[in-house]
């Protein structure tokens, strides 16, 4: 009976739909579980609101009816967690757990957005290996600088510092099996198994052509840039017609009997400026004869200091040659007497007691009590030498 009369009322009255969901209106109304949150339609709520289940809630965390934060051991998948409880800040997840990235996963080893088992190519450091890739009981040894715990995880040299260390010495490298020298060796120019085309040497780490020392490579070919018309100086820098290459600068030919010097022709038998050699310049007085410079004073003098006449007899500055200038003399003055250095007599109240040239007129006969007025005239016990007198 009471079902026959609820029939009856949905047909008097008609089958009225939900009213639509109002999220903003600040009741708690319609299913929400919370003001204007929760429930179907409208969105989770935050931290401790109201909720039913854990889908009303911001954290996906609902413990008796109130929104709380999501931890690593609430049994469900919440906030930066890959998988349930783990991934994100909760730890490694376990092989075969959802992750985003390998350190989701216990193995380091994210593939497919699942955590998988560590592999020897997985290009990651983990499960019992020491490098990547490579060490430990499971991998095969690692090459010179990947990581080891002992000598038995390298494949050559030694376990120093937690790295394998190469067998060979620098600047070589282990290339296989061997050690080479990347600077020089063709087949591994630069680095292993860089191998150079025929024809072209190794020269410091790249393939080039190998030329004399006194030869530049340009292109494929050895020149002598200091002589070569089509390279002079430098490659590709070609002379204009007619002219030559004279010690890597472009130049016009000479007759015969000339050089070029800086670029210009001229007669090294009488130029002043190029007089023998290019750059050997004449003193402003003097001439060039037959690639010789001629000094235009007159015997005994010498030319000294490219324009100065001297008569090295006499001369204390340049004493029997130019330069050798006679030593100063104290308190005399210093000559030159038929090209040898010696001094004058010595100024007043001086002498030459040790009779030594050296030092000149060292004593004082004025105010020296051992040689007072002259020369070992010395003063008496308590006197005093004032004047070249004792008193």
Not at 203 to 232: E, I, Q, Y
Not at 249 to 255: H, K, L, V
Request: charged share 15%; net charge negative; glycine share 14%.
């Amino acid at each position: 009976m009471p079902r026959l009369l609820t029939l009856a009322l949905l047909v008097l009255f008609g089958c009225n739909p939900r009213p639509a969901p109002v999220c903003d209106d600040g009741q708690k109304n319609g299913q929400e579980s919370a003001v204007d949150c929760g429930g179907p339609d409208c969105a989770p709520c935050s931290l401790a609101a109201a909720c039913v289940t854990n889908s009303d809630c911001a954290t996906q965390r609902c413990v008796r009816r109130v929104c709380v934060a999501p931890s690593c051991a609430d049994g469900v998948k919440s906030g930066n967690e890959s998988g349930v409880d783990c991934g994100g800040s909760c730890g490694g997840c376990a092989d075969g757990a959802a992750c985003a990235a390998a350190a989701d996963c216990e193995s380091a080893s994210c593939v497919a957005n699942l955590c998988a088992a560590p592999s020897c190519t997985d290009g990651r450091k983990n499960g019992l290996e020491t490098g990547v890739d490579c060490g430990g009981t499971v991998c095969g040894r690692c090459p010179g600088g990947g990581g080891c715990a002992r000598n038995t995880d390298c494949a050559a040299g030694i376990c120093a510092d937690g790295a394998c260390s190469s067998p060979c010495a620098t600047p070589l490298i282990a290339c296989g099996s061997g050690c080479v020298d990347p600077r020089h060796d063709s087949a591994n120019c630069g680095a292993c198994g860089m191998a150079c085309p025929p024809g072209l040497a190794c020269l410091a780490g790249s393939c080039g052509v190998a030329c004399p020392s006194d030869a530049t490579a340009c292109g494929l070919f050895c020149v002598d840039t200091m002589r070569d018309v089509f390279n002079c100086g430098t490659c590709g820098m070609v002379c204009a017609p007619g002219s030559r290459c004279v010690s890597g600068s472009c130049a016009p030919r000479c007759a015969m009997t000339q050089a070029v010097c800086q670029g210009q022709c001229v007669t090294l038998a009488t130029d002043r400026e190029h007089c023998g050699v290019c750059g050997m310049a004449c003193a402003p007085a003097d001439r060039c004869v037959m690639g010789q410079c001629e000094t235009s004073c007159g015997l005994p003098l010498l030319l000294c200091g490219g324009a100065t006449c001297v008569d090295p007899t006499w001369d204390p500055d340049h004493c029997n040659s130019c330069g050798n200038a006679c030593p100063m003399t104290p308190n005399a003055t210093r000559l030159c007497v038929m090209g040898v250095c010696t001094r004058s007599n010595c100024n007043a109240g001086f002498g030459d007691c040790n009779f030594s040239p050296m030092d000149g007129c060292e004593r004082s006969f004025m105010s020296d009590a051992m040689h007072c007025g002259g020369c070992g005239r010395f003063c008496m016990l308590g006197e005093s030498c004032d004047g070249g007198a004792c008193q």
